[in-house]
């Protein structure tokens, strides 16, 4: 999946109660090193919190890198340059997830974080969660949030704390 654009993408209503981890869009590489992806002209709408043990495995849209066979395994993955641009995210549990919901990815030998995300001309609203978390810190939440061109009703939260509504 290199320099790939994905376009005109509708999601509206993953909303099964019994499964963990509902996901509108879900980015979730493995075994390989991969860039260049865009997500654009889309809408993801109406994703419910489903039953995970962790609240931000539900989310409208996850972009990650996996590493499934140990840190450093065989199937490790690395995913650069992602541009999500003019993505509507409502009426969601949680917004757009950047990397893995329960990775550590703070220490060397540690799984490989996306890198080089950015969100442009974007909106986020009525979802009952985070807008935007940034797991990986894969992107400048403070740029995401200064761009007029985003626009968010609420909270913008990364691991690194709270930022403040726009």
Known sequence: LDDATLSNILVDGITDDDYGYNTGIDINLKDGSY???TIEDSVVSNITK???SDDAASTAVAIKARDDGGYGGKYAATLDDVTIDNLSVT????????GEFDTDYSG???PTAPTNVSVIN????NNSGYHIKDVANATDLNTVRA?????FDQIVTSNLGLYSSI
């Open 35 to 37: 860039e260049n992806i």
């Open 50 to 52: 489903g039953t995970p």
């Open 91 to 98: 009426d969601s549990f949680n917004g757009l997830r950047i």
């Open 108 to 110: 060397s030998g540690e």
């Open 122 to 125: 974007s909106q986020f609203r």
């Open 147 to 151: 761009n007029n061109n985003n626009k």
